[in-house]
Protein backbone atom coordinates (compact mmCIF):
# COMPACT_ATOMS: atom_id res chain seq x y z
CA UNK A 1 0.00 0.00 0.00
CA UNK A 2 1.19 3.68 -0.48
CA UNK A 3 2.04 5.85 2.16
CA UNK A 4 1.39 9.69 2.06
CA UNK A 5 4.02 12.51 2.44
CA UNK A 6 4.28 12.82 6.78
CA UNK A 7 3.83 8.51 6.79
CA UNK A 8 6.89 8.21 4.58
CA UNK A 9 9.09 10.80 6.39
CA UNK A 10 8.24 9.05 9.29
CA UNK A 11 9.31 5.72 8.37
CA UNK A 12 12.19 6.47 6.67
CA UNK A 13 13.54 8.82 9.23
CA UNK A 14 17.52 8.24 9.86
CA UNK A 15 18.78 8.62 12.88
CA UNK A 16 18.38 10.76 16.13
CA UNK A 17 15.63 11.86 18.08
CA UNK A 18 11.92 12.25 16.05
CA UNK A 19 8.57 13.27 17.47
CA UNK A 20 5.42 11.95 14.98
CA UNK A 21 2.27 13.68 15.88
CA UNK A 22 -0.32 10.99 15.24
CA UNK A 23 -3.69 12.29 15.22
CA UNK A 24 -6.93 10.33 15.45
CA UNK A 25 -7.18 7.25 12.98
CA UNK A 26 -3.53 8.44 11.06
CA UNK A 27 -2.06 4.90 10.97
CA UNK A 28 0.38 5.70 13.44
CA UNK A 29 0.58 1.27 14.63
CA UNK A 30 1.34 1.42 10.59
CA UNK A 31 3.79 3.64 10.69
CA UNK A 32 5.74 1.93 13.64
CA UNK A 33 6.05 -1.60 12.22
CA UNK A 34 6.73 -0.13 9.31
CA UNK A 35 9.69 1.90 10.86
CA UNK A 36 10.64 -1.11 12.05
CA UNK A 37 10.90 -3.18 8.73
CA UNK A 38 12.78 -0.28 7.35
CA UNK A 39 15.37 -0.19 10.05
CA UNK A 40 15.82 -4.18 9.61
CA UNK A 41 15.99 -4.34 5.99
CA UNK A 42 16.91 -0.78 4.84
CA UNK A 43 19.42 0.46 7.43
CA UNK A 44 20.39 -3.09 8.20
CA UNK A 45 19.81 -2.08 12.00
CA UNK A 46 20.11 -5.73 14.01
CA UNK A 47 16.62 -6.66 14.93
CA UNK A 48 17.78 -7.78 18.73
CA UNK A 49 18.93 -3.62 19.09
CA UNK A 50 15.46 -2.45 18.18
CA UNK A 51 12.89 -1.69 21.27
CA UNK A 52 9.60 -1.07 20.89
CA UNK A 53 7.52 -0.09 23.90
CA UNK A 54 3.96 0.39 24.58
CA UNK A 55 1.33 1.05 27.21
CA UNK A 56 -0.61 -2.08 27.69
CA UNK A 57 -0.31 -6.05 27.46
CA UNK A 58 -2.93 -6.09 25.02
CA UNK A 59 -1.21 -3.23 22.82
CA UNK A 60 2.11 -4.90 22.54
CA UNK A 61 0.22 -8.26 21.64
CA UNK A 62 -0.69 -6.23 18.73
CA UNK A 63 1.60 -4.64 18.03
CA UNK A 64 3.82 -7.50 17.30
CA UNK A 65 1.34 -9.94 15.51
CA UNK A 66 1.10 -6.50 13.15
CA UNK A 67 5.12 -6.66 13.00
CA UNK A 68 4.69 -10.37 12.50
CA UNK A 69 2.24 -10.27 9.48
CA UNK A 70 3.96 -7.73 7.94
CA UNK A 71 6.93 -10.10 7.86
CA UNK A 72 5.00 -12.42 6.17
CA UNK A 73 5.35 -14.85 9.57
CA UNK A 74 8.84 -14.41 8.92
CA UNK A 75 10.62 -14.24 12.98
CA UNK A 76 13.23 -11.47 13.56
CA UNK A 77 14.22 -11.20 17.55
CA UNK A 78 12.92 -7.05 17.95
CA UNK A 79 11.64 -6.73 21.56
CA UNK A 80 8.19 -5.38 22.46
CA UNK A 81 6.89 -4.54 25.96
CA UNK A 82 5.03 -2.40 28.36
CA UNK A 83 7.57 -0.14 30.63
CA UNK A 84 6.75 -2.88 33.70
CA UNK A 85 8.12 -5.66 31.11
CA UNK A 86 10.87 -4.13 30.20
CA UNK A 87 12.27 -2.90 33.12
CA UNK A 88 11.60 -6.11 34.93
CA UNK A 89 13.46 -7.86 32.34
CA UNK A 90 16.17 -5.81 33.15
CA UNK A 91 15.93 -5.92 36.95
CA UNK A 92 15.96 -9.84 36.52
CA UNK A 93 19.15 -9.44 35.00
CA UNK A 94 20.59 -7.38 37.83
CA UNK A 95 19.92 -8.67 40.54
CA UNK A 96 18.22 -11.84 39.96
CA UNK A 97 14.35 -10.91 40.23
CA UNK A 98 11.18 -13.14 39.79
CA UNK A 99 7.74 -13.22 39.27
CA UNK A 100 7.59 -14.29 42.94
CA UNK A 101 9.03 -10.90 43.64
CA UNK A 102 6.30 -8.52 42.58
CA UNK A 103 3.09 -7.80 43.79
CA UNK A 104 0.35 -8.43 40.99
CA UNK A 105 -1.91 -5.50 40.89
CA UNK A 106 -5.04 -8.42 42.28
CA UNK A 107 -2.78 -8.73 45.69
CA UNK A 108 -2.17 -5.18 45.73
CA UNK A 109 -6.13 -4.09 45.45
CA UNK A 110 -6.45 -7.29 48.60
CA UNK A 111 -3.64 -5.51 50.66
CA UNK A 112 -5.39 -2.56 50.41
CA UNK A 113 -8.94 -4.44 51.33
CA UNK A 114 -7.53 -5.63 54.41
CA UNK A 115 -5.62 -2.07 55.29
CA UNK A 116 -9.06 -0.60 54.85
CA UNK A 117 -10.95 -3.29 57.27
CA UNK A 118 -8.44 -2.74 59.90
CA UNK A 119 -8.05 0.71 59.89
CA UNK A 120 -9.38 3.01 63.04
CA UNK A 121 -10.44 5.88 60.43
CA UNK A 122 -14.15 6.37 59.65
CA UNK A 123 -14.38 5.92 55.77
CA UNK A 124 -17.90 5.28 54.02
CA UNK A 125 -16.95 3.75 50.91
CA UNK A 126 -19.61 4.16 48.34
CA UNK A 127 -18.11 1.46 46.00
CA UNK A 128 -15.46 -0.75 47.15
CA UNK A 129 -14.05 -1.52 44.19
CA UNK A 130 -13.92 2.11 42.77
CA UNK A 131 -12.70 3.12 45.94
CA UNK A 132 -9.83 0.63 45.88
CA UNK A 133 -8.75 1.03 42.39
CA UNK A 134 -8.78 5.12 42.82
CA UNK A 135 -6.28 4.63 45.81
CA UNK A 136 -4.50 2.11 43.55
CA UNK A 137 -3.67 4.93 41.12
CA UNK A 138 -3.21 7.35 43.47
CA UNK A 139 -0.14 5.18 44.85
CA UNK A 140 1.00 4.95 41.61
CA UNK A 141 0.70 8.43 40.55
CA UNK A 142 3.26 9.57 43.83
CA UNK A 143 5.66 6.67 42.91
CA UNK A 144 6.08 7.19 39.08
CA UNK A 145 6.46 11.25 39.34
CA UNK A 146 8.16 10.88 42.67
CA UNK A 147 5.83 13.41 44.33
CA UNK A 148 6.01 14.11 48.28
CA UNK A 149 3.92 11.62 50.04
CA UNK A 150 2.92 14.82 52.88
CA UNK A 151 1.59 17.35 49.80
CA UNK A 152 -0.51 14.89 48.41
CA UNK A 153 -3.66 15.35 48.24
CA UNK A 154 -6.02 12.47 47.24
CA UNK A 155 -9.78 12.76 45.99
CA UNK A 156 -10.84 9.47 47.54
CA UNK A 157 -10.25 10.59 51.55
CA UNK A 158 -8.91 12.88 53.92
CA UNK A 159 -5.19 13.39 53.27
CA UNK A 160 -4.48 11.82 56.73
CA UNK A 161 -5.82 8.94 56.36
CA UNK A 162 -4.96 8.52 52.46
CA UNK A 163 -1.26 9.19 54.39
CA UNK A 164 -2.54 6.08 57.15
CA UNK A 165 -2.99 3.66 54.34
CA UNK A 166 -0.15 4.44 51.95
CA UNK A 167 2.02 3.80 55.17
CA UNK A 168 0.91 0.82 55.94
CA UNK A 169 0.59 -0.49 52.46
CA UNK A 170 4.54 0.31 52.12
CA UNK A 171 5.52 -0.99 55.20
CA UNK A 172 3.78 -4.87 54.79
CA UNK A 173 4.75 -4.71 51.06
CA UNK A 174 8.22 -4.44 52.55
CA UNK A 175 8.06 -6.93 55.43
CA UNK A 176 6.90 -9.41 52.27
CA UNK A 177 9.70 -8.54 50.39
CA UNK A 178 7.37 -7.67 47.23
CA UNK A 179 7.84 -5.10 44.72
CA UNK A 180 4.85 -3.51 43.00
CA UNK A 181 5.47 -2.57 39.29
CA UNK A 182 5.79 1.45 40.10
CA UNK A 183 8.44 0.16 42.58
CA UNK A 184 10.00 -1.50 39.71
CA UNK A 185 10.38 1.59 37.75
CA UNK A 186 11.78 3.14 40.73
CA UNK A 187 14.50 0.69 40.87
CA UNK A 188 15.20 0.93 37.68
CA UNK A 189 15.83 4.56 37.83
CA UNK A 190 17.83 4.41 40.72
CA UNK A 191 19.87 0.94 39.41
CA UNK A 192 20.60 2.82 36.25
CA UNK A 193 22.03 6.11 38.21
CA UNK A 194 24.36 4.26 40.44
CA UNK A 195 26.09 1.59 38.37
CA UNK A 196 26.62 3.18 35.00
CA UNK A 197 28.11 -0.21 33.58
CA UNK A 198 24.94 -1.73 33.90
CA UNK A 199 23.26 1.23 32.00
CA UNK A 200 26.23 1.17 29.33
CA UNK A 201 24.78 -2.48 28.78
CA UNK A 202 21.44 -2.10 28.23
CA UNK A 203 22.45 1.11 26.15
CA UNK A 204 24.72 -0.99 23.77
CA UNK A 205 22.16 -3.67 23.70
CA UNK A 206 18.93 -1.36 22.22
CA UNK A 207 20.58 1.19 19.88
CA UNK A 208 16.57 2.30 18.08
CA UNK A 209 13.63 2.61 20.64
CA UNK A 210 10.50 3.48 19.77
CA UNK A 211 7.68 4.45 21.83
CA UNK A 212 4.06 4.59 21.01
CA UNK A 213 0.94 6.41 23.42
CA UNK A 214 3.84 8.86 24.13
CA UNK A 215 1.21 11.13 25.93
CA UNK A 216 0.70 9.10 28.66
CA UNK A 217 4.62 8.66 29.95
CA UNK A 218 5.05 9.71 33.39
CA UNK A 219 8.10 11.20 34.84
CA UNK A 220 10.04 7.79 35.91
CA UNK A 221 9.41 6.37 32.81
CA UNK A 222 11.23 9.31 31.26
CA UNK A 223 13.49 9.68 32.96
CA UNK A 224 14.94 6.12 32.63
CA UNK A 225 14.10 6.35 28.66
CA UNK A 226 16.39 9.19 28.56
CA UNK A 227 19.38 7.46 29.95
CA UNK A 228 18.65 4.29 28.02
CA UNK A 229 18.51 6.61 25.05
CA UNK A 230 22.32 8.22 25.59
CA UNK A 231 24.69 8.83 23.63
CA UNK A 232 23.11 8.47 20.46
CA UNK A 233 19.59 9.47 21.14
CA UNK A 234 17.99 7.59 18.64
CA UNK A 235 14.34 7.74 20.26
CA UNK A 236 11.44 7.55 17.96
CA UNK A 237 8.20 8.62 19.89
CA UNK A 238 4.60 8.44 18.36
CA UNK A 239 1.84 9.71 20.46
CA UNK A 240 -1.06 12.94 20.05
CA UNK A 241 -0.93 15.09 23.11
CA UNK A 242 -4.79 15.68 22.43
CA UNK A 243 -5.53 12.44 23.23
CA UNK A 244 -3.77 12.20 26.62
CA UNK A 245 -6.57 11.54 29.19
CA UNK A 246 -4.92 9.51 32.04
CA UNK A 247 -3.45 12.48 34.56
CA UNK A 248 -5.42 10.29 36.86
CA UNK A 249 -2.51 7.45 36.47
CA UNK A 250 0.56 9.67 36.52
CA UNK A 251 0.80 10.74 32.92
CA UNK A 252 2.30 14.12 32.14
CA UNK A 253 1.47 15.40 28.89
CA UNK A 254 3.47 18.41 29.49
CA UNK A 255 6.55 15.98 28.79
CA UNK A 256 5.59 15.34 25.03
CA UNK A 257 5.00 19.00 24.39
CA UNK A 258 8.50 19.59 26.35
CA UNK A 259 10.59 16.95 23.99
CA UNK A 260 11.71 19.39 21.78
CA UNK A 261 13.26 21.49 24.64
CA UNK A 262 14.98 18.43 25.62
CA UNK A 263 16.01 17.13 22.21
CA UNK A 264 16.33 20.43 20.19
CA UNK A 265 17.54 18.62 16.53
CA UNK A 266 14.79 16.51 17.39
CA UNK A 267 12.73 16.26 13.97
CA UNK A 268 9.03 16.82 14.34
CA UNK A 269 6.15 15.27 11.75
CA UNK A 270 2.48 15.37 11.86
CA UNK A 271 0.33 12.71 10.67
CA UNK A 272 -2.64 14.77 9.73
CA UNK A 273 -4.88 12.91 7.84
CA UNK A 274 -7.67 10.69 9.37
CA UNK A 275 -8.60 7.74 7.91
CA UNK A 276 -11.18 6.59 10.21
CA UNK A 277 -13.61 9.66 9.97
CA UNK A 278 -15.91 10.96 7.80
CA UNK A 279 -15.30 14.79 7.15
CA UNK A 280 -18.32 16.50 9.21
CA UNK A 281 -16.93 14.51 12.33
CA UNK A 282 -13.37 15.55 11.33
CA UNK A 283 -14.59 18.71 11.59
CA UNK A 284 -16.58 18.67 14.49
CA UNK A 285 -13.91 17.32 16.91
CA UNK A 286 -11.64 20.12 15.53
CA UNK A 287 -14.40 22.32 16.78
CA UNK A 288 -13.61 21.34 20.36
CA UNK A 289 -10.23 20.33 20.52
CA UNK A 290 -8.55 23.88 19.48
CA UNK A 291 -9.99 25.97 22.22
CA UNK A 292 -7.38 24.78 24.44
CA UNK A 293 -3.97 26.33 24.66
CA UNK A 294 -1.23 24.17 26.22
CA UNK A 295 -1.16 21.85 22.77
CA UNK A 296 0.71 21.13 19.65
CA UNK A 297 -1.24 23.19 16.53
CA UNK A 298 -2.41 21.15 14.40
CA UNK A 299 -5.21 20.85 11.10
CA UNK A 300 -6.02 17.24 11.30
CA UNK A 301 -7.79 16.99 7.64
CA UNK A 302 -9.22 13.56 5.83
CA UNK A 303 -10.26 12.73 2.22
CA UNK A 304 -12.74 10.40 3.34
CA UNK A 305 -17.03 11.69 2.24
CA UNK A 306 -18.81 14.27 4.18
CA UNK A 307 -20.49 11.92 5.87
CA UNK A 308 -23.59 12.50 7.89
CA UNK A 309 -23.89 15.52 10.23
CA UNK A 310 -23.01 15.46 13.99
CA UNK A 311 -26.71 14.97 15.43
CA UNK A 312 -27.02 16.81 18.69
CA UNK A 313 -30.01 15.88 20.50
CA UNK A 314 -31.53 17.86 23.51
CA UNK A 315 -34.22 15.22 25.52
CA UNK A 316 -36.29 15.71 29.03
CA UNK A 317 -34.31 13.69 31.11
CA UNK A 318 -32.62 10.33 31.68
CA UNK A 319 -35.26 8.15 30.96
CA UNK A 320 -36.08 9.98 27.48
CA UNK A 321 -32.58 9.76 26.80
CA UNK A 322 -32.15 5.94 27.39
CA UNK A 323 -35.70 5.41 24.96
CA UNK A 324 -34.15 8.06 22.45
CA UNK A 325 -30.74 6.26 22.43
CA UNK A 326 -32.55 2.44 22.20
CA UNK A 327 -34.34 3.73 19.55
CA UNK A 328 -31.84 5.07 17.50
CA UNK A 329 -29.65 2.15 18.32
CA UNK A 330 -32.64 -0.43 16.78
CA UNK A 331 -32.65 2.21 13.59
CA UNK A 332 -29.21 1.75 12.97
CA UNK A 333 -29.27 -2.22 13.47
CA UNK A 334 -32.49 -1.80 11.32
CA UNK A 335 -29.87 -0.31 8.38
CA UNK A 336 -27.95 -3.14 8.74
CA UNK A 337 -24.97 -1.70 11.03
CA UNK A 338 -23.64 -4.73 13.48
CA UNK A 339 -24.47 -4.40 17.55
CA UNK A 340 -20.73 -4.43 18.02
CA UNK A 341 -19.72 -1.42 15.82
CA UNK A 342 -22.25 0.85 17.74
CA UNK A 343 -20.66 2.04 21.25
CA UNK A 344 -22.28 4.43 23.65
CA UNK A 345 -19.73 6.50 25.71
CA UNK A 346 -19.72 8.40 28.88
CA UNK A 347 -17.72 9.98 31.20
CA UNK A 348 -17.92 7.82 33.82
CA UNK A 349 -18.98 4.71 35.39
CA UNK A 350 -21.97 6.08 36.62
CA UNK A 351 -23.80 7.39 34.02
CA UNK A 352 -25.32 4.38 32.03
CA UNK A 353 -27.10 3.31 35.18
CA UNK A 354 -30.45 4.44 33.56
CA UNK A 355 -29.66 2.89 29.79
CA UNK A 356 -28.42 -0.36 31.24
CA UNK A 357 -31.73 -0.67 33.06
CA UNK A 358 -33.54 0.19 29.79
CA UNK A 359 -31.57 -2.40 27.87
CA UNK A 360 -32.46 -4.84 30.62
CA UNK A 361 -36.06 -3.98 30.29
CA UNK A 362 -36.00 -4.51 26.28
CA UNK A 363 -33.88 -7.27 26.71
CA UNK A 364 -31.55 -6.09 24.22
CA UNK A 365 -27.78 -7.13 25.03
CA UNK A 366 -25.06 -4.54 25.95
CA UNK A 367 -21.33 -5.33 26.85
CA UNK A 368 -19.94 -2.83 29.31
CA UNK A 369 -15.97 -3.80 29.85
CA UNK A 370 -15.93 -1.85 33.51
CA UNK A 371 -18.07 -2.46 36.54
CA UNK A 372 -21.25 -1.04 36.74
CA UNK A 373 -21.91 0.49 39.97
CA UNK A 374 -24.98 -0.75 42.13
CA UNK A 375 -27.31 2.40 43.30
CA UNK A 376 -28.93 -0.16 45.84
CA UNK A 377 -24.91 -0.84 47.70
CA UNK A 378 -24.06 2.73 47.61
CA UNK A 379 -24.40 3.65 51.23
CA UNK A 380 -27.47 6.10 50.71
CA UNK A 381 -29.05 2.96 48.64
CA UNK A 382 -28.32 0.62 51.56
CA UNK A 383 -29.65 2.78 54.20
CA UNK A 384 -33.02 3.58 52.41
CA UNK A 385 -33.31 -0.34 52.02
CA UNK A 386 -32.89 -1.13 55.69
CA UNK A 387 -35.76 1.05 56.43
CA UNK A 388 -37.52 -0.19 54.30
CA UNK A 389 -37.27 -3.80 55.31
CA UNK A 390 -37.76 -2.24 58.45
CA UNK A 391 -40.85 -0.45 57.74
CA UNK A 392 -42.64 -3.68 56.45
CA UNK A 393 -41.76 -5.57 59.71
CA UNK A 394 -38.14 -6.86 59.29
CA UNK A 395 -36.00 -6.35 62.47
CA UNK A 396 -32.61 -7.73 61.48
CA UNK A 397 -30.00 -6.41 63.52
CA UNK A 398 -27.86 -5.21 60.65
CA UNK A 399 -30.63 -3.26 58.86
CA UNK A 400 -30.88 -1.22 62.51
CA UNK A 401 -27.35 -1.04 62.87
CA UNK A 402 -27.33 0.72 59.26
CA UNK A 403 -29.83 3.28 60.20
CA UNK A 404 -29.81 3.49 63.88
CA UNK A 405 -28.26 6.81 63.95
CA UNK A 406 -28.67 8.27 60.87
CA UNK A 407 -29.84 10.77 61.81
CA UNK A 408 -28.00 10.65 65.26
CA UNK A 409 -30.30 9.20 67.82
CA UNK A 410 -27.41 8.65 70.32
CA UNK A 411 -28.58 4.96 70.13
CA UNK A 412 -25.31 2.70 71.12
CA UNK A 413 -24.47 -0.47 69.60
CA UNK A 414 -24.82 -2.52 73.12
CA UNK A 415 -28.46 -1.86 73.02
CA UNK A 416 -28.61 -4.13 69.82
CA UNK A 417 -26.57 -7.10 70.73
CA UNK A 418 -29.70 -10.04 69.47
CA UNK A 419 -30.15 -11.00 65.67
CA UNK A 420 -33.55 -9.40 66.15
CA UNK A 421 -33.86 -6.06 67.44
CA UNK A 422 -36.83 -5.62 69.09
CA UNK A 423 -38.08 -2.30 70.66
CA UNK A 424 -39.59 -3.12 73.93
CA UNK A 425 -36.13 -4.55 74.70
CA UNK A 426 -34.66 -0.80 73.52
CA UNK A 427 -37.08 0.42 75.93
CA UNK A 428 -36.61 -1.58 78.59
CA UNK A 429 -32.43 -0.82 78.20
CA UNK A 430 -32.92 3.03 78.03
CA UNK A 431 -35.77 2.91 80.82
CA UNK A 432 -33.72 5.54 82.53
CA UNK A 433 -33.38 8.48 79.59
CA UNK A 434 -36.80 9.74 78.85
CA UNK A 435 -35.28 11.43 76.30
CA UNK A 436 -33.82 8.73 74.36
CA UNK A 437 -37.05 7.02 74.84
CA UNK A 438 -38.72 9.78 73.09
CA UNK A 439 -36.19 9.08 70.13
CA UNK A 440 -37.10 5.50 69.85
CA UNK A 441 -41.06 6.02 70.27
CA UNK A 442 -40.78 8.63 67.18
CA UNK A 443 -38.77 6.02 64.99
CA UNK A 444 -41.59 2.97 65.77
CA UNK A 445 -44.10 5.40 64.84
CA UNK A 446 -42.19 6.67 61.68
CA UNK A 447 -41.40 2.75 60.43
CA UNK A 448 -45.11 1.85 61.00
CA UNK A 449 -46.30 4.87 59.19
CA UNK A 450 -44.06 4.27 56.09
CA UNK A 451 -45.44 0.59 55.81
CA UNK A 452 -48.31 1.91 53.65
CA UNK A 453 -46.90 4.59 51.38
CA UNK A 454 -45.15 3.99 47.96
CA UNK A 455 -41.87 3.73 48.07
CA UNK A 456 -41.32 6.81 46.21
CA UNK A 457 -43.72 8.76 49.48
CA UNK A 458 -41.41 6.84 51.86
CA UNK A 459 -38.23 7.94 50.83
CA UNK A 460 -39.60 11.30 50.79
CA UNK A 461 -40.85 10.75 54.50
CA UNK A 462 -37.05 9.66 55.38
CA UNK A 463 -35.34 12.38 53.90
CA UNK A 464 -38.03 15.50 54.82
CA UNK A 465 -39.55 14.22 58.00
CA UNK A 466 -37.11 11.64 59.26
CA UNK A 467 -34.26 13.90 58.71
CA UNK A 468 -32.01 12.05 56.82
CA UNK A 469 -31.21 14.67 54.54
CA UNK A 470 -30.01 17.14 57.59
CA UNK A 471 -27.82 13.86 58.40
CA UNK A 472 -26.58 13.69 54.71
CA UNK A 473 -25.46 17.50 55.20
CA UNK A 474 -23.51 16.87 58.57
CA UNK A 475 -22.04 13.81 57.10
CA UNK A 476 -20.81 15.63 53.56
CA UNK A 477 -19.43 18.72 55.96
CA UNK A 478 -17.12 16.23 58.51
CA UNK A 479 -15.86 14.82 55.46
CA UNK A 480 -15.54 17.80 53.42
CA UNK A 481 -17.21 16.48 50.17
CA UNK A 482 -20.40 18.49 48.58
CA UNK A 483 -23.43 17.47 50.05
CA UNK A 484 -24.78 17.99 46.58
CA UNK A 485 -22.95 14.93 45.06
CA UNK A 486 -25.31 13.01 48.06
CA UNK A 487 -28.31 14.37 47.55
CA UNK A 488 -27.50 13.53 43.65
CA UNK A 489 -27.48 10.09 44.51
CA UNK A 490 -30.83 9.98 46.85
CA UNK A 491 -32.56 11.72 43.65
CA UNK A 492 -31.84 9.18 41.50
CA UNK A 493 -32.80 6.66 43.80
CA UNK A 494 -35.82 8.23 44.85
CA UNK A 495 -37.11 9.19 41.18
CA UNK A 496 -36.94 5.74 39.99
CA UNK A 497 -38.36 4.68 42.81
CA UNK A 498 -41.43 6.07 41.53
CA UNK A 499 -42.46 3.55 39.09
CA UNK A 500 -43.02 0.97 42.13
CA UNK A 501 -46.69 1.33 43.96
CA UNK A 502 -45.62 -0.69 46.81
CA UNK A 503 -42.03 -1.73 49.09
CA UNK A 504 -42.01 -5.19 47.88
CA UNK A 505 -42.79 -3.96 44.34
CA UNK A 506 -39.16 -2.10 44.72
CA UNK A 507 -37.36 -4.85 46.36
CA UNK A 508 -38.51 -7.43 43.73
CA UNK A 509 -37.25 -4.74 41.06
CA UNK A 510 -33.86 -4.11 43.13
CA UNK A 511 -33.30 -7.96 44.08
CA UNK A 512 -33.77 -8.35 39.70
CA UNK A 513 -31.91 -5.37 38.95
CA UNK A 514 -28.53 -6.92 41.26
CA UNK A 515 -29.12 -10.15 39.73
CA UNK A 516 -28.60 -9.05 36.33
CA UNK A 517 -25.84 -6.89 37.43
CA UNK A 518 -23.81 -9.71 38.75
CA UNK A 519 -24.85 -11.96 35.31
CA UNK A 520 -22.96 -8.98 33.26
CA UNK A 521 -19.89 -8.40 35.91
CA UNK A 522 -19.15 -12.15 34.92
CA UNK A 523 -19.07 -11.78 31.38
CA UNK A 524 -15.47 -12.03 29.98
CA UNK A 525 -16.15 -12.94 26.63
CA UNK A 526 -16.67 -10.62 23.74
CA UNK A 527 -20.32 -10.52 22.48
CA UNK A 528 -20.89 -9.98 18.93
CA UNK A 529 -24.48 -8.98 19.55
CA UNK A 530 -23.68 -6.68 22.10
CA UNK A 531 -23.72 -3.03 21.71
CA UNK A 532 -20.76 -1.87 23.47
CA UNK A 533 -20.96 0.73 26.93
CA UNK A 534 -17.35 2.80 27.14
CA UNK A 535 -16.10 5.23 29.49
CA UNK A 536 -14.15 7.83 27.77
CA UNK A 537 -11.17 6.87 29.01
CA UNK A 538 -11.49 3.10 27.85
CA UNK A 539 -12.50 3.76 24.67
CA UNK A 540 -9.29 5.21 23.59
CA UNK A 541 -7.47 3.54 20.90
CA UNK A 542 -10.94 2.06 19.93
CA UNK A 543 -13.21 2.35 17.00
CA UNK A 544 -17.11 2.26 15.93
CA UNK A 545 -19.20 3.15 13.05
CA UNK A 546 -21.25 4.07 15.22
CA UNK A 547 -20.91 5.92 18.66
CA UNK A 548 -23.21 8.12 21.35
CA UNK A 549 -22.56 10.38 23.79
CA UNK A 550 -24.92 10.42 26.49
CA UNK A 551 -24.98 13.14 29.40
CA UNK A 552 -23.42 15.83 27.78
CA UNK A 553 -23.64 18.13 30.14
CA UNK A 554 -21.69 20.79 32.59
CA UNK A 555 -20.83 18.80 35.82
CA UNK A 556 -20.71 15.70 34.08
CA UNK A 557 -19.09 16.11 30.56
CA UNK A 558 -17.10 18.38 32.03
CA UNK A 559 -16.50 16.52 35.42
CA UNK A 560 -17.46 18.66 38.29
CA UNK A 561 -14.25 18.28 39.79
CA UNK A 562 -12.58 19.80 37.31
CA UNK A 563 -12.11 23.53 38.36
CA UNK A 564 -8.38 24.27 37.64
CA UNK A 565 -7.71 25.25 33.75
CA UNK A 566 -5.23 22.14 33.32
CA UNK A 567 -7.98 19.69 34.34
CA UNK A 568 -10.50 21.29 32.54
CA UNK A 569 -7.75 21.08 29.26
CA UNK A 570 -8.02 17.06 30.06
CA UNK A 571 -11.81 16.93 30.03
CA UNK A 572 -12.30 18.68 26.17
CA UNK A 573 -9.55 15.90 25.31
CA UNK A 574 -11.45 13.37 26.91
CA UNK A 575 -14.67 14.63 24.56
CA UNK A 576 -12.37 14.66 21.87
CA UNK A 577 -11.40 11.08 22.14
CA UNK A 578 -14.79 10.27 22.59
CA UNK A 579 -15.76 12.21 19.39
CA UNK A 580 -13.37 10.17 17.30
CA UNK A 581 -14.28 7.18 17.81
CA UNK A 582 -16.94 7.46 15.28
CA UNK A 583 -16.22 6.12 11.52
CA UNK A 584 -19.38 7.11 10.38
CA UNK A 585 -22.27 8.52 13.01
CA UNK A 586 -21.95 10.23 15.88
CA UNK A 587 -24.93 11.13 18.25
CA UNK A 588 -24.32 13.60 21.27
CA UNK A 589 -27.31 13.97 23.74
CA UNK A 590 -28.12 15.90 26.63
CA UNK A 591 -30.68 16.41 29.05
CA UNK A 592 -32.51 19.27 30.90
CA UNK A 593 -33.49 17.37 34.16
CA UNK A 594 -31.65 15.01 36.12
CA UNK A 595 -33.04 13.80 39.51
CA UNK A 596 -35.22 16.75 39.80
CA UNK A 597 -32.05 19.57 39.43
CA UNK A 598 -32.06 21.57 36.16
CA UNK A 599 -28.98 20.66 33.91
CA UNK A 600 -27.25 22.89 30.99
CA UNK A 601 -25.76 20.96 27.56
CA UNK A 602 -22.15 20.69 28.37
CA UNK A 603 -19.73 23.92 26.78
CA UNK A 604 -18.63 21.16 24.23
CA UNK A 605 -22.24 21.06 22.55
CA UNK A 606 -22.29 24.95 22.29
CA UNK A 607 -18.61 25.00 21.17
CA UNK A 608 -19.71 22.23 18.36
CA UNK A 609 -23.49 24.09 18.12
CA UNK A 610 -22.45 27.89 17.79
CA UNK A 611 -18.88 28.71 17.06
Known sequence: ???????????????????????????????????IEYLIQKRKVRPEEILVITFTKAATNEMRERFRKLMQGQHFPVTFGTFHGIYYGILKWAYGLSAENIFSEEEKIRLLKEILEHTDAE????????????????????????????????VYCPSTVFREIYYTYERERNRRKKLDFDDMLVLCHDLFIKRPDILEKWQERYKYILIDEFQDINKVQYDVIRMLALPQNNLFIVGDDDQSIYKFRGARPEIMLGFEKDYPNAKKVLLDINYRSTKAIVNGAKKIIQKNRNRYVKNIITSNEQGADIHVQEVRNLSEESEYVLNEIREEMKKGVPASEIAVLFRTNMEPRMLAETFMEYNLPFQMKEHLPNLYEHFIGRNFCAYMRMAVGKRERKDFLEVMNRPVRYISRSSVEKAEVSFESLRRFYCDKEWLLDRIDQLDVDLRIMKTM??????????????????????????????????????????????????????????????????????????????????????????????????????????????????????????????????????????????????????????????
Open 1 to 35: MGFNKAQTEAITHQNGPMLVLAGPGSGKTLVITKR
Open 123 to 154: IEVDDEKDFLEGITGEISCIKNNQLEIKEFQS
Open 454 to 611: TPYAAIQYIRKKIGYDDFLKDYAYTRKIKVEDLYEIANEIQTRAKEYKTIEDWFSYIEKYTEELKKRSKQTESNPNAVTFLTMHSAKGLEFHTVFIIEANEDICPYKKAEVVEDMEEERRMFYVAMTRAKKKLYISYVRERNGKTMLPSRFVNDLLFE
